[in-house]
């Protein structure tokens, strides 16, 4: 997780992602609470209580829906910062299971 500024702000902005437990394919939280796999479509968080908040309900479905949630920083247009995040949001480099 980013560090967070003195007012509770995450010093980037983030996304939460993980993977679906089903299939495996990545996904982000969108911003209905629901699971897309389109970052475009990812609920981007700037709190650092929010964040916290989100992941941990996150952690919480990782026996039913998902695998290894966490958050990823962005930019302001909701681009990943670092390569691996940027080509896990850009979609597999391998087929998905059906």
Do not use: C
């Given at each position: 997780?980013?560090?967070?500024?003195t007012k509770g702000r995450v010093a980037a902005p983030?996304?939460?992602?993980?993977?679906?437990?089903?299939?495996?394919?990545?996904?982000?939280?969108?911003?209905?609470?629901?699971?897309?796999?389109?970052?475009?479509?990812?609920?981007?968080?700037?709190?650092?209580?929010?964040?916290?908040?989100?992941?941990?309900?996150?952690?919480?479905?990782?026996?039913?829906?998902?695998?290894?949630?966490?958050?990823?920083?962005?930019?302001?247009?909701?681009?990943?910062?670092?390569?691996?995040?940027?080509?896990?949001?850009?979609?597999?480099?391998?087929?998905?299971?059906?």
């Amino acid at each position: 997780m980013s560090k967070t500024s003195t007012k509770g702000r995450v010093a980037a902005p983030q996304v939460l992602t993980a993977n679906d437990l089903k299939n495996g394919a990545v996904v982000f939280l969108d911003k209905a609470g629901g699971w897309t796999t389109r970052i475009s479509e990812a609920r981007v968080i700037d709190d650092a209580a929010e964040a916290a908040t989100l992941l941990d309900k996150a952690n919480a479905l990782q026996a039913t829906q998902l695998v290894g949630p966490y958050l990823v920083d962005v930019d302001a247009a909701g681009r990943p910062l670092h390569l691996r995040e940027l080509i896990r949001a850009e979609g597999p480099t391998a087929p998905l299971f059906a």
